[in-house]
């Protein structure tokens, strides 16, 4: 596609995180929405008052078959992002007319459909781009840019702990379900995995988790089923470099000052970064403006913890609920499709984060350490 060319858009899944890319498609400069598939008549009506001269079709079929689009985002629930992608990769190859993608995390839920997609995507001719939303909030991105510059000398512990919200209600509740979610370790994790796989420079090589469904969900019921996922787990892991990593989750915790916190410890010293939750959440009317995402540095020597404050412009925080990290990820992709730089973050990154959430689900299963093969792509 020639450079700053108007790139047109179409929207598989208009539900609330397809209309979080769409709010942020539209404050990119040479970006339009033109097409919207989505069968859900609720989400479509929402969907269509933010694109009001966008295209409506109600499936992958009626939208693959547009003239009007140069560029695909996919935010469908979870246990169709594979079926979908293999079928776009695969027409749109069969017309010589491979499109970019973007597609949301986690891109597959199941171990099995690691290999479909490694062979399907392998000789693709477009960037295929897996959404991964938290590499670029701002204060991570201030976080991993410390790292990259040295301030915690070689790295050797990495941990995450996000206290939030339950989790939000979805159409027709997919995501109540290990079933169509991959499980929480996957739905809702793999970014985390994502990023220790970024901050570690390494693959992960075992995998320790231990987790339940304590508080959230249990009196609730979908045709006569119990909803089985995770509220919260503790995950271990060790990579190939040596180093450690930890995730400790807890979904019924919304009452924190802020729902992430990062920490990076080498032997020079330590950088964190507290990252609050969504805005529209902060209670406003009793305690105030939000809080404001921070980075901390804390050398060893001479000791003195430095913080500063990364504030995310206003317009950001209303355009999702991801602290303005969908809109710079959206500038990225949109120069991969100018052919301006590569894809940050490919298909095998997608699924390398993937399998260690399966792997932590198995690992709480099995009540054992699960041990990744070397590619990091199975157990």
């Not at 992960?204 to 959230?216: E, M, R, W």
């Amino acid at each position: 596609m020639a450079d700053n060319a108007l790139v047109r858009y179409g929207i598989l899944g208009c539900g609330m995180m397809g209309q979080e890319h769409i709010r942020n498609i539209q404050l990119l400069d040479k970006a339009d929405v033109t097409v919207l598939a989505e069968p859900d008549s609720d989400m479509r009506k929402k969907a269509q008052l933010l694109v009001p001269n966008a295209r409506v079709v109600n499936g992958i079929e009626a939208l693959l078959d547009s003239q009007d689009i140069d560029a695909i985002v996919i935010a469908t629930p979870n246990y169709q992002h594979v079926d979908q992608l293999i079928t776009i990769i695969q027409q749109r190859s069969a017309l010589s007319s491979p499109i970019p993608i973007l597609v949301e995390k986690p891109i597959c839920t199941n171990l099995n459909d690691v290999s479909r997609l490694l062979e399907v995507t392998s000789t693709y001719g477009a960037p295929v781009w897996v959404a991964m939303e938290y590499r670029y909030m701002p204060p991570i991105t201030q976080l991993i840019n410390l790292i990259d510059d040295g301030e915690i000398g070689k790295g050797h512990l990495f941990s995450i702990r996000e206290h939030r919200f339950p989790f939000l209600e979805k159409v027709n509740d997919w995501n109540r379900f290990n079933q169509k979610t991959g499980g929480t370790l996957v739905e809702k994790c793999c970014h985390f995995f994502d990023l220790m796989r970024l901050l570690t420079k390494a693959n992960a090589v075992s995998v320790y988790a231990s987790g339940s469904q304590a508080v959230n969900h249990l009196d609730e019921s979908y045709n006569g089923e119990t909803p089985d996922i995770l509220d919260n787990a503790l995950v271990t892991m060790e990579f190939d470099n040596g180093t450690r990593a930890s995730l400790e989750l807890c979904m019924f915790a919304e009452g924190s000052t802020y729902q992430e916190e990062i920490a990076a410890v080498g032997d020079k010293g330590k950088v964190e970064c507290l990252v609050p939750g969504p805005d529209r959440f902060w209670p406003k009317e009793t305690l105030g403006d939000a809080p404001v995402a921070k980075v901390i540095s804390s050398p060893r020597n001479p000791k003195g913890p430095k913080s500063v404050d990364v504030p995310v412009d206003p317009t950001l925080l209303e355009a999702g609920d991801h602290n303005g990290s969908t809109f710079y990820q959206h500038q990225k992709f949109q120069r991969a499709i100018w052919g301006q730089q590569d894809v940050e973050v490919t298909i095998i990154d997608g699924l390398k984060a993937v399998v260690i959430g399966l792997a932590a689900q198995e690992s709480i299963r099995k009540k054992q350490v699960i041990r990744l093969k070397d590619d990091g792509l199975s157990y």
